[in-house]
């Protein structure tokens, strides 16, 4: 496996692995026929059409919390509008990101004009370090505007409080990637969705709550929603025309009749995917001195990751269960500043703890219908490896 191959595209419903790294559960395709063939009969497809608007609003109240819910056509034009909106009136300026996540968001903060500065993560957690967040704000002081958080691997990061204190201190806005954390909760039992100054998720067809491409900003500040959902909307408001920045980030209704039918059976397949990153646990506890990251079992769970002893030892694993047909892979390998877009960015002195994790970190399937296989196999090859 080379280190790019976390850039391939999802080989959804590929046979070319017995177990795919990820396989969605969609609503059936007669049921998707149903509701495409009333959106033709209503002949409204799109801009704000009534399943958008009850799809919205059932997002809002599944993460609950007083936030609202704006949808997107996806998470990355969600990211860059969300932004636009809480950035762009500055001129070119620094925004904090994690080396150790999904080169959407370090894009995003490109299309708006800013450079991300890069920070390190924390060893336990793998959450944006706070310690490196302040060595960046001591460099790099108010070229600074500010700051986005990512909740790694959509768990709930548990110094979320810390990083919305930090934020008011320097006074610039905490725009929060959540991507695949729709479902995921925090320590204290809110659930993601309801931090920063507004959180972001995606409904990629590999996110585990999927509705093939989508996503949605959600916040508790009424205006800012208003300004994000013109912002998807050319930047129209009321009825002055383009007011603000804005792009076309709209949510079909396909997708957002898509998104309604997963809603009501998402908490089931949520405690399936529990259930297989548990039983991760227990056989990794087992068998090899690894860990997974702090309150990965109360997330959406988009796939197992654990830390395994050494780079050799996660090598190892990789090419054992690929050769036996089970799909693992390793996220984010490489991180944003080994990324050729990303190598002369500005970052903190040491990224020391993303360089070593990226080399050690194992990530496993646990769609829903995950076969028993996928656990044999998976403890076959840490226990021909332990160490
Ligand atoms: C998937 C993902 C995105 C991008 O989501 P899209 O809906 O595909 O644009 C952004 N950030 C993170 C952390 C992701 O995992």
Redesign the pocket.
């Known amino acids: 496996m080379s280190q790019h191959d976390s850039f391939e595209k999802p080989q959804i419903g590929s046979d070319l692995f017995d177990v795919p790294f990820i396989r969605p559960e969609f609503p059936r395709g007669e049921d998707v026929a149903t509701d495409m063939n009333e959106i033709v009969q209503s002949n409204w497809f799109t801009n704000f059409g009534p399943r958008e608007r009850e799809f919205r609003g059932e997002v809002a109240e599944y993460v609950g919390g007083d936030s609202v819910a704006v949808t997107f056509a996806?998470?990355?034009l969600a990211?860059t509008v969300a932004l636009a909106q809480l950035t762009g009136s500055h001129a070119r300026g620094y925004v904090i990101a994690p080396s150790f996540?999904?080169a959407?968001?370090p894009q995003a903060i490109r299309w708006v004009g800013h450079e991300p500065i890069l920070i390190d993560i924390d060893e336990r957690t793998l959450q944006p370090s706070l310690t490196s967040a302040r060595e960046a704000f001591e460099r790099f002081g108010d070229q600074i505007v500010g700051i986005l958080y990512?909740n790694t691997f959509g768990i709930g990061g548990d110094s979320v409080a810390a990083w919305e204190s930090m934020a008011r201190q320097f006074g610039v806005p905490l725009i929060i990637?959540s991507?695949?954390g729709f479902g995921s909760e925090y320590s204290l039992g809110d659930k993601v969705g309801t931090r920063g100054d507004c959180e972001i998720f995606?409904?990629?067809a590999?996110?585990p709550f999927a509705i093939g491409?989508g996503?949605a900003a959600l916040t508790r500040d009424r205006s800012l929603a208003a300004r994000l959902s013109a912002g998807s909307n050319f930047g129209f408001m009321d009825h002055a025309g383009a007011s603000i920045p804005g792009t076309n980030g709209k949510l079909q209704e396909i997708n957002a009749a898509i998104g309604i039918r997963q809603l009501q059976t998402f908490d089931i397949a949520l405690e399936a995917r529990r259930r297989h990153l548990q039983r991760y646990h227990d056989l990794i506890s087992r068998n090899v001195d690894g860990y997974f990251p702090r309150n990965d079992l109360l997330s959406s769970v988009c796939f197992a990751s654990v830390v395994l002893p050494s780079a050799s030892v996660r090598d190892a694993v990789l090419s054992e269960l690929h050769s036996c047909g089970v799909e693992a892979r390793a996220y984010y390998s490489p991180p944003i500043h080994l990324q050729p877009a990303f190598t002369e960015t500005p970052r903190v002195d040491s990224l020391g703890v993303t360089e070593s994790v990226y080399t050690r970190i194992l990530s496993l399937p646990v769609f829903p219908s995950l076969p028993e296989s996928a656990f044999e196999r998976v403890e076959e090859a840490v226990q021909r490896h332990p160490a």
């Open positions: 996806n998470a990355t990211l996540t999904f959407a968001g990512c990637d991507a695949a995606s409904f990629h590999t996110k491409e996503g």
